[in-house]
């Protein structure tokens, strides 16, 4: 299986819940400014869309959408930690998270990464993302994950959004809960390994 991704980008999160599965991925990086891969092969090849992430099955299917490969990753390697198994209300709240976070949280935040867009809806972003935080922090007030107990895919993409906070100059300190998540998130084994492997922290020597 290959993973299409570009360093600290969305597709973290499946790479997260892969290494946190245990299942093996080859990563091929994409220049996404360039939209080309470091062969100078055209993205747009592998995936139309022509954005990360994408997964190559070994049958050549090509699938996309961080949300839906998150549970194809944890579904094929048949972890019911990771996302519980179908039919439960355990796993359409893992399912409710995962929406929130793609179409509240990574889309709204996507706007502060293009330099192209004006201080006025920037202002507009940050009090809706600000509100968002407010909402997780409360939630992460009642419970160390975001569906409960434990580290479900929803967290591996929560914290792979909300820790663009880090690189875009968005105040994380009122909400304390989630700063706290984050650091949590963060101290993983499986995403200290992926973080390292896109080159994003640096190996204890
Ligand atoms: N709907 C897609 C959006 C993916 C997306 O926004 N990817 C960004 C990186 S986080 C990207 O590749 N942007 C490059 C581009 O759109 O040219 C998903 O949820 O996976």
Redesign the pocket.
Same mark, same amino acid.
Not at 49 to 53: A, F, I, L, S, T
Not at 64 to 69: G, P
């Given at each position: 299986m290959k993973l299409y991704y570009?360093p600290g980008?969305? #597709?973290l999160a499946v790479h997260i819940v892969a290494r946190e599965a245990g299942t093996p991925i080859d990563l091929v990086k994409?220049d996404?400014?360039k939209?080309k891969l470091e062969t100078g092969a055209d993205f747009a090849a592998v995936n139309p869309?022509?954005?990360?992430?994408a997964v190559e099955l070994d049958t050549g299917d090509v699938l996309?959408?961080?949300?839906?490969?998150v549970q194809w990753v944890a579904e094929q390697a048949g972890n019911t930690a990771l996302l519980p198994a179908a039919g439960t209300m355990e796993r359409f709240r893992v399912q409710e998270w995962l929406n929130f976070i793609?179409t509240e949280l990574?889309?709204t935040f #996507?706007w502060l990464?293009h330099p192209e867009t004006e201080e006025g809806t920037r202002k507009t972003v940050r009090g809706k993302l600000a509100a968002r935080f407010a909402q997780l922090d409360e939630r992460l007030g009642r419970s160390p994950y975001l569906a409960g107990d434990h580290f479900t895919v929803a967290d591996a993409y929560a914290f792979t959004i909300v820790n663009w906070a880090n690189f875009l100059q968005v105040d994380l300190k009122p909400f304390p809960h989630l700063s706290d998540y984050l650091n949590r998130v963060a101290a993983r084994p499986a995403v200290r390994a992926a973080l390292t492997a896109e080159g994003l922290l640096k190996q204890a020597a």
């Open positions: 570009s980008a969305c #597709s994409v996404l400014p939209h869309k022509n954005y990360v992430p996309t959408e961080a949300s839906v490969l793609a990574h889309k #996507s990464w």
